[in-house]
């Protein structure tokens, strides 16, 4: 079965401070995805990274930076100088195995956010 | 903005009732799906459609159902509605059926039942 653990339910900062979200899965499968997700106040869900299994580069895009360990099963998110507008709730997801069956994200519970001026 | 559509935004009725929901997915993709967000349950799966076809189902009650048309907008039915059912109810799309395809989900309709 597949889990997604996401053990901190609220993070509080400082604007420009650094933050990193911890995202910790299990699965079986030696080949798989996992994405993470932004939830503004507003709402909507945002895609904002996808990572394959077999690449554990680490990624920068602007501020937001992920670290990939697959020794740990650990994929967690760092924004460095956090804004106001980062306050969001983020998650974590797991893609299914690759069975030719359907695509059903597995998500974690989420980690909410609060960037203060 | 991600190119999925979702009405209606919010949606009040009472103890009972059925309504529909309803999802356009971005141009282009054949794959739709509906999740469920609540407090205590979080995000989860209820089901996929691809290209009109069921493909893959999650915890869905047997009261909701839905399915996905010819112009590949899908709809999900909700019937004799509870307390419980109350939620924000998402509805994604993606090229591909399976994985690693990435799915982009609508702005949601918040369902709310008095």
């Known amino acids: 079965a597949q889990k997604v653990t996401q053990a901190q339910t609220e993070i509080s900062v400082v604007e420009k401070e650094d933050v990193t979200l911890d995202c910790v899965y299990e699965?079986?499968?030696?080949?798989?995805?996992l994405f993470w997700y932004k939830q503004p106040p507003s709402g909507e869900l945002v895609f904002l990274i996808r990572r394959n299994s077999f690449d554990e580069q680490n990624e920068i895009s602007g501020r937001y930076s992920w670290n990939f360990q697959k020794s740990t099963s650990s994929f967690n998110f760092t924004i460095t100088a956090s804004q106001v507008v980062d306050s969001a709730v983020y998650f974590c997801a797991l893609s299914p195995p690759l069975t030719g069956g359907g695509n059903k994200l597995t998500f974690g519970t989420g980690t909410q956010l609060k960037v203060e001026l | 903005d991600s190119g999925v559509t979702q009405t209606p935004k919010h949606l009040i009725t009472a103890t009972g009732q059925r309504v529909t929901l309803r999802c356009s997915p971005r141009?282009?993709?054949?794959?739709v799906y509906w999740y469920q967000q609540s407090l205590d349950q979080g995000l989860q799966f209820l089901i996929q459609y691809y290209n009109g076809e069921e493909r893959a189902k999650g915890n869905i009650l047997e009261r909701f159902s839905a399915q996905q048309f010819p112009d590949l907008h899908s709809e999900l039915n909700l019937s004799s509605l509870e307390l419980g059912d109350s939620a924000l109810y998402f509805c994604a799309s993606s090229a591909a059926p399976g994985p690693p395809t990435t799915q982009y989900f609508g702005p949601g309709t918040r369902l709310l039942v008095l």
């Open positions: 699965t079986r499968d030696t080949t798989y995805y």
């Open positions: 141009s282009g993709d054949l794959s």
